[in-house]
């Protein structure tokens, strides 16, 4: 299962929240990576510290307000618009976008948008009933039959090279530069990195990169966790790992590694 930090409290002591996590049914996985269950215990807005994804995230918020749909993003930022409070979010990819989502669902590169835009009735009823549902097991369930039928209707074929590139970058094993990943693959890297540009809206170095970095963010989560950790996801040296996480999130590593603690006991 992919894992990916979609966003934090922007402030660290701003608030608590509960969590949870499974991965989608197995059939589903080309398409839906898995849901994340959130709560944020406490009233008062709420902002919050994007993190940089190669997914794209749909929000199935209890407040109608905050149902949206992030795109992928090669950098973070800090979101000030309707807060997401209550519900669950799904991990898309690339192929899950056109799939589920319909292709007028269009690149959704460093946008977020409102999920009925993109998703139309159909996604508002969804979040609807998920916002009825008792328990985590129950909202499982229904998410996994909803993108089942959803699949079953869908005119699927043979993985695109741009689907099958974009899950290799995601690999921890599969580090392999991008014009080498295009030869395996037998095409130009000019023609790779179009695809990706036309059908993600980032280029595959910018995907590599980000995915590095969840990498790295994943390594910073444990409660033993060292920079080390975060270092060895696949930076060549703790001076590398310092340019990427200026780079791409505007922190040196040991504000993130601070940040990700702090966010892990907002949610203990």
């Known amino acids: 299962m992919i894992v990916q930090i979609h966003s934090a409290f922007a402030d660290p002591g701003e608030g608590r929240c509960s969590a949870t996590m499974s991965a989608a049914a197995p059939w589903l996985r080309r398409y839906v990576v898995g849901y994340g269950g959130y709560r944020a215990l406490g009233p008062g807005p709420l902002r919050r510290r994007m993190f940089p994804m190669t997914?794209?995230?749909?929000?199935?918020?209890?407040?109608?307000?905050?149902?949206?749909?992030?795109?992928?993003?090669?950098?973070?930022?800090?979101?000030?618009?309707?807060?997401?409070?209550?519900?669950?979010?799904?991990?898309?990819?690339?192929?899950?976008?056109?799939?589920?989502?319909?292709?007028?669902a269009g690149v959704l590169a460093d946008e977020v948008v409102p999920l009925d835009a993109v998703g139309g009735p159909r996604a508002t009823r969804l979040a609807d009933r998920i916002a009825e549902l008792p328990d985590w097991p129950s909202r499982v369930a229904a998410l996994d039959?909803?993108?089942?039928?959803?699949?079953?209707?869908?005119?699927?074929g043979p993985a695109r090279i741009v689907d099958r590139a974009w899950h290799r970058l995601q690999d921890p094993a599969g580090r392999a530069p991008v014009g080498t990943l295009a030869a395996e693959l037998g095409v130009s890297r000019r023609y790779l990195e179009l695809e990706f540009r036309r059908r993600i809206g980032l280029s595959p170095k910018t995907v590599a990169r980000v995915a590095r970095l969840q990498r790295a963010v994943g390594a910073l989560a444990g409660p033993d966790a060292t920079l080390g950790a975060a270092t060895a996801a696949g930076y060549a040296d703790q001076s590398h790992l310092s340019r990427e996480t200026r780079a791409l999130l505007g922190v040196t590593p040991g504000e993130l590694f601070a940040f990700v603690q702090d966010t892990l006991r907002a949610a203990g």
Not at 145 to 156: C, D, H, I, P, Q
Request: no cysteine.
């Open 145 to 156: 039959a909803e993108f089942s039928a959803r699949l079953r209707a869908a005119r699927t």
């Open 55 to 104: 997914l794209t995230t749909v929000l199935l918020d209890a407040d109608p307000a905050a149902r949206l749909v992030t795109g992928p993003r090669g950098t973070g930022g800090l979101h000030d618009g309707p807060a997401w409070r209550d519900g669950v979010s799904v991990g898309l990819t690339p192929a899950g976008v056109r799939t589920l989502l319909g292709p007028e």
